[in-house]
């Protein structure tokens, strides 16, 4: 059995209680060319708390230089009414960014390094290796304001620049965290490049080299698999997903980048499979349409459009067929 996300290689059980990461607010604000307002995201991010969401990606303390986008991140932190059992998350590329993160009610900092050399080049300006030495220095300030922290990896089932990634590659950077005393893992698909197939091959390297992880999925539905994708998460095991209101999202420093699985998709799969996620679909819809509202343009969602499975409709709202 699966246990906070801990890498086992044995099906989630039927009725399990399944965790999912709201990361909208984040991943999928920073990629909009029009800036929302920061009353908005508050609006957003608390009505996604409503719905029963347990743990959402507010923001990134990025340079607002490079995404302007999330310039008010302490400012929307500061806006959001966080309930009990609410676990807020951000991004923090290096101290700088740790610094500002301490300061704000957010309970884990998030660290993201891409697997792929060229990838890093494009999304952080920086080697690998230059990435990851600017990490030791924000799990000290995070430790030391007593946050959490949560290792990432990007382009973990493929790179747009250099194609495939090997698991080896994932593993180095996992074993880098483990060595800094981090022990939960996000294992990003950044631009949509996963497979059943990459999946269980990333999962069984990762299970043979750091057992003792918690893993998160994060799944892009740029290829139309990310929903598949879960399901062969699911029977290996793993409990955590993240996901995106509305499928909002996509890597801006990647040509073709789409949004990430939607998490109204996700919660009505999971639901309808026998998986517990503790949030209200039809409260959750209603979040969806108004996210769609706020971006100004329709979103790729599927079940905001259609609704559940047994969604009733009247004999007057479609036509009848002639003849």
């Given amino acids: 059995m699966a246990q906070n996300g801990e890498i086992i290689a044995m099906p989630v059980p039927d009725g399990a209680a399944i965790e999912i990461c709201e990361v909208g607010p984040r991943d999928g604000f920073q ?39 999330l310039a008010d991140a302490a400012e929307v932190l500061a806006g959001v009414e966080k309930k009990p059992g609410v676990v807020l998350s951000a991004l923090v590329p290096n101290a700088k960014g740790a610094e500002r993160a301490a300061k704000t009610q957010v309970d884990i900092m998030g660290l993201f390094c891409s697997a792929s050399e060229a990838h890093s080049l494009k999304n952080v300006n920086a080697s690998i290796e230059a990435t990851l030495a600017r990490f030791p220095p924000v799990v000290e300030i995070a430790k030391a ?32 965290y483990r060595d800094l005393g981090i022990v939960d893992l996000n294992l990003g698909d950044t631009t949509g490049m996963a497979t059943p197939a990459t999946v269980k091959a990333v999962l069984a390297a990762l299970r043979q080299a750091v057992p003792e992880m918690a893993v998160t999925l994060h799944f892009h539905n740029t290829r139309g698999v990310g929903l598949a994708n879960v399901m062969v998460g699911l029977s290996e095991g793993i409990t955590r997903y993240d996901s995106s209101i509305g499928g909002l999202g996509g890597c801006p420093f990647a040509a073709g980048a789409t949004g990430n699985i939607c998490t109204e998709d996700l919660v009505y799969l999971l639901q309808e499979s026998g998986y517990r996620t503790g949030v209200d679909l039809d409260r959750l819809i209603g979040v969806a349409r108004l996210t769609q509202d706020v971006i100004g343009r329709e979103l790729p969602g599927q079940v905001m459009k259609a609704g559940p499975r047994l969604t009733r409709h009247g004999l007057d709202d479609v036509s009848t067929a002639a003849g």
Wanted: glycine content about 8%; some cysteine; overall charge positive.
């Fill in 31 to 69: 990629i909009e060319k029009a800036i929302i307002p920061t009353d908005r995201k508050i609006a957003i991010v608390n009505e996604l708390i409503d719905a029963g969401l347990k743990k959402i990606q507010v923001t990134s303390f990025v340079s607002p230089r490079a995404v302007p986008q």
């Fill in 145 to 176: 304001a007593g946050k959490r922290v949560q290792g990432g990896v990007a382009t973990v089932f493929g790179c747009p620049f250099e194609g495939e990634v090997p698991p080896e590659a994932v593993v180095r950077i996992a074993r880098f």
